[in-house]
């Protein structure tokens, strides 16, 4: 960890160096030195890390050492920051006030502070090599660093094995309509794949078939009755998604059990821990009068039996030998086929290149089985991708020879591969969650160093926990400080893909060596860190239609041991405002000593609802002591007594160095942000999405380090911005308020945020729309609903700019009088990626040509189209998603042979007078759900659908719940296999 810190101290020392050589003048060589000393020590930081478990002085000096390196960085950036609002004040005069604030550093004050800080790191060096510290080459994890292949989504499908008579066993229970067994629990010990196991139940076919509501709501230990019921609600019924958000408490709780009486549901609650949980979800429950089921894993059978003792419950045993051998190779090997030959002992010896040759047979032939070959030894044939193995080979892998191109593969042999995983899975003692983690150590390390590392290593702990423990203690060190910092949000938590993502190159985990901007952004460079913590174990994720991840989550054991080594390694602190305002650390649950953490860099804070607590003495407890913080994260829950934005002014006034604040959620809140957020000068994140404030401050203007920033209010709120965002030329992503006018009534000024690359809620009314046009960075926009179909002008007018890196724009629409065909002819010259919403009567659609031809999503509401709009809408041959909504007031509607070549979803809702719908042969080939809801008129399964061989049961099975149905066709549509799933 003392790794990372001083790795990223140096990487952003060289880059103030390169970029900000003027304003160095006068300390550039003292910084230079210090940037030597710091790769001197950094040498010998992997030995002292390995040994301070056991080493007081050693951890001593680490901890030591990491303090100096985030001094060092926060010297010379406050000194770079001052000196060039100094040089801008003339130009800019909102910074005068903040100058004022500030003492004028000397260069020769700061001269002696470097000095200071390189004698300390100097002495620290000469300290551990006195100590026998040896210095450690970094060549190897620098080259894996710079030449790490790209990772796709193939590397992360989740696999289950030796859990297919689980599924069918609890899939059939869940089908049963016996009342006894209403509810059914899979319990056991953490890490057994209790969650997935209900992932794949939640998911079967048969499933999707027999209920008409799903919904899936993790409890875990930090939870929040009320966010639990509106989650489930808004599930259940999506259409009412806005006044479930406004009910009260006790509403929510009869629209819930009255919703399972009126039709049949099932009810995912995963990771119940007690029965105080429970009791406070009970009251939404139905007992009796209902078809519903309730589907809950927990690991404790106490909890379950308190919760229904007449419920069914299941405990899956710890995979067997022989699944947890099959489990790790397709964790290891997860895109490739690979070959496992057992050699006996007796008869003679087989060469490599038998071995080799036998491999060339087997591969041409794609064979997946196992074979006998005579020989002495274990070998397993591992067949990499080219330059995977070019990027590992020469470091990681110990070969007995030969290597031989196979149809642009290798083939490498590696001497008792499953002899060592024998031993290794023995570790794991048939968890699937250690055999993924460990098949992450094993797809990019020597099998034989893995197995004396753990051997060696983590003495103290269980086997299971080594296995994890190992998993952290072999990433590079860059990925260290990005999965510790995962640990800042609450356990079982899905978080944003996106939102992690950005925060990461906020704190400055993403190094400017590892991006140029012109071939990968920080962004992309950042999501292959993520996806590197997917594919090794250690974060599981959630992949989006495309592919790609949307949100990923630790789970619980991992969460545990990220926090635990993130309070070791002084990284993160975690705090629980309790009843009485009192704090918890949560890493060890006791009172907090803000003393004691004076230097925390990092600090989340759990803030509970309590019907007369206050959380803000706490906060200004946090704003008068923490001065070094450089995220700051808030995760209230519930509703909390009503208190003013001024009362953070000792955090926007006193924590100088934050780079992440994170203040969402704030609904309950009253006045304006101050001020004093202004002073904040090293901000590069900052995120007020769903609190409550009305102005956004002028001071805004001085936080020229931003990069982030979302403003979008609680959606009650109708914010004034003050037109100043254009001063933040380093900002990259800036998402408005969904409802804003601009001070002065003006029009907001974006013109000179050349970085801009995504750019949400963009207002025509409030906007120049000449300034988007400047954006050749731009690659999302979204502009927000719009009423009145006049408003449709915007997208020719975007039209005519060029967006060469635009990925997606997202326009929506609603019109009380009908879109004239005119009207939508003029998006034609609309030649970007966009998705299209609109919603009211629609005279007639214009022709194909006439369209946006780079269409991806069309959703049309309320159109009552007259004329089948298939004809027209087959021909947008990048259309990918399409919803009817009560879009069409016909009988028939045609998909002719060719017809919509990428579409994947088609969703039909409330055509109440369609009777026909017929999809010619080579119609929709790619399609993978098929939603139909509410076509109570629709009397049979779709023609040609056929093509996909569905069966008669599943006809049988549509004519008789012809309402609500949803039909997904998976990979098996390529093995002619199709199932139909109802909403």
């Known amino acids: 960890m003392a790794e990372s810190v001083v790795s990223f101290a140096g990487e952003t020392i060289g880059k103030l160096l390169v970029h900000e050589t003027k304003l160095l003048l006068g300390v550039e060589g003292k910084i230079k030195d210090l940037q030597k000393e710091l790769k001197l020590i950094k040498g010998l930081l992997r030995d002292a890390d390995a040994r301070r478990e056991r080493e007081k002085a050693v951890a001593e000096w680490v901890a030591e050492l990491q303090d100096i390196a985030y001094d060092a960085e926060d010297v010379i950036e406050q000194y770079i920051l001052r000196v060039a609002l100094k040089k801008e004040q003339s130009t800019i005069k909102a910074y005068a006030c903040f100058m004022a604030k500030c003492l004028c550093v000397q260069v020769h004050a700061v001269g002696i502070e470097i000095e200071g800080l390189k004698s300390n790191i100097s002495n620290l060096r000469m300290s551990m090599q006195v100590h026998g510290i040896q210095s450690v080459n970094e060549g190897e994890r620098e080259l894996v660093r710079a030449s790490t292949p790209k990772l796709t989504l193939g590397h992360f499908e989740e696999d289950i094995v030796g859990r297919e008579d689980n599924i069918n066993m609890l899939v059939e229970e869940l089908l049963k309509v016996r009342k006894q067994h209403r509810v059914v629990f899979i319990w056991g010990m953490g890490g057994l794949g209790k969650t997935t196991l209900a992932k794949k139940v939640f998911t079967h076919d048969k499933v999707r078939n027999h209920f008409e509501g799903f919904a899936w709501a993790c409890v875990s230990q930090e939870y929040h009755v009320t966010d639990i019921l509106v989650g489930i609600l808004v599930k259940l019924i999506p259409d009412q998604r806005e006044r479930v958000l406004q009910m009260r408490y006790d509403e929510l709780f009869v629209t819930l059990y009255k919703k399972q009486q009126e039709k049949r549901c099932i009810v995912v609650l995963d990771d119940i821990w007690t029965k105080q949980a429970w009791d406070g979800l009970r009251a939404a429950f139905p007992v009796e009068n209902t078809r519903s089921k309730l589907l809950i894993t927990t690991r404790n059978r106490e909890v379950a039996e308190l919760i229904d003792p007449h419920g069914f419950f299941h405990q899956p045993e710890c995979l067997s030998a022989r699944d947890s051998w099959e489990l790790l190779k397709k964790r290891v090997y997860p895109d490739t086929k690979e070959l496992v030959l057992g050699l006996s002992s007796d008869g003679p010896r087989v060469g490599q290149d038998t071995v080799a040759g036998q491999a060339v047979k087997s591969t041409s032939r794609q064979l997946e089985t196992e074979g006998q070959i005579r020989g002495t030894s274990f070998l397993s044939l591992a067949f990499q991708k080219h330059q995977q193995f070019m990027n590992c080979s020469n470091y990681r892998y110990g070969l007995l020879g030969t290597k031989i191109s196979i149809f642009g593969y290798y083939v490498v042999i590696i001497e008792n591969m499953k002899t060592l995983g024998d031993e290794l899975l023995k570790k794991c003692g048939g968890l699937p969650l250690a055999i993924n983690v460990l098949g992450g150590l094993l797809a990019v390390n020597d099998w034989e160093t893995v197995y004396r590392n753990i051997n060696s290593h983590f003495r103290d702990k269980s086997d299971v926990l080594k296995v994890l423990a190992l998993s952290y203690d072999d990433l590079p060190w860059y990925l260290k400080t990005c999965f510790l910092y995962l640990g800042s949000f609450p356990t079982d938590e899905e978080i944003s893909k996106t939102e992690v993502l950005q925060m990461w190159i906020a704190e400055g985990f993403v190094s400017p060596d590892a991006y140029n901007e012109r071939e990968n952004t920080a962004e992309d460079v950042a999501e292959q860190y993520l996806m590197e913590l997917v594919s090794r174990g250690m974060v599981q994720a959630q992949f989006n239609w495309s592919g790609k991840i949307k949100t990923c989550r630790l789970h619980d054991l991992m969460w545990d041991l990220c926090v635990s080594t993130a309070r070791q390694e002084r990284f993160l602190s975690i705090f629980n405002i309790q009843q009485d305002d009192a704090i918890e650390d949560y890493s060890s649950s006791m009172a907090v000593d803000f003393e004691s953490n004076c230097q925390t860099r990092r600090l989340s804070l759990n803030m509970r609802a309590i019907a007369n607590g206050n959380p803000i003495p706490t906060v200004k407890q946090i704003g008068r002591t923490m001065l070094h913080l450089r995220t700051l994260i808030f995760f209230p829950t519930g509703k909390f007594v009503i208190v003013t934005w001024e009362e953070f002014q000792p955090i926007f006034i006193n924590c100088k160095f934050l780079r992440v604040l994170k203040l969402e959620g704030l609904s309950w809140m009253s006045g304006n942000v101050p001020e004093s957020v202004g002073d904040l000068v ?36 109708a914010v004034t911005v003050p037109n100043v965002l254009w001063k933040l030329i380093r900002l990259r992503h800036l998402h408005l308020p969904s409802s804003f006018s601009v001070d ?119 159109s009552e189209l007259e004329e089948d709009p298939m004809p027209i809408l087959e021909k947008l041959h990048h259309l990918t998603v399409l919803l009817l909504w009560t879009a069409f007031v016909g009988k028939e509607m045609v998909c002719s042979a060719g017809g919509f070549p990428q579409l994947k979803r088609l969703d039909l809702q409330n055509l109440k007078k369609l009777e026909e719908l017929r999809v010619a042969g080579g119609a929709m080939p790619h399609l993978s759900r098929l939603g139909i809801n509410r076509c109570f008129k629709l009397r049979r399964v779709p023609e040609g659908l056929s093509i996909y061989d569905c069966g008669e049961d599943m006809a049988e099975e549509f004519q008789k719940h012809r309402d609500m149905w949803m039909r997904p066709i998976s990979n098996a549509m390529r093995e002619k296999k199709a199932t139909v799933r109802r909403t």
């Open 682 to 717: 090293h901000l590069r994140y900052l995120s007020l999405a769903g609190s409550a404030f009305q102005v956004l401050p002028q001071s805004i203007e001085n936080l020229v380090c931003m990069e982030f920033l979302d403003l979008r209010a609680d959606r009650l709120c």
């Open 744 to 862: 002065g009534q003006q029009k907001l000024r974006l013109d000179s945020l050349k970085y801009l690359r995504t750019l949400r809620n963009f207002s025509p009314e409030n906007c120049d729309v000449n300034d988007i046009g400047k954006h050749i960075t731009l690659q999302k926009l979204t502009v927000p609903h719009h009423y009145g179909s006049d408003k449709l002008e915007i997208i020719p007018q975007l039209a005519k700019f060029t967006f060469k890196r635009l990925r997606s724009s997202s326009f929506r629409f609603t019109s009380y009088r009908p879109f004239t065909e005119d009207e939508l002819s003029k998006m034609s010259s609309y030649h970007h990626c966009c998705k299209l919403s609109m919603r009211g009567k629609i005279e007639k659609l214009p022709e194909p040509k006439n369209l946006p031809q780079q269409l991806r999503k069309l959703v049309l509401m309320d």
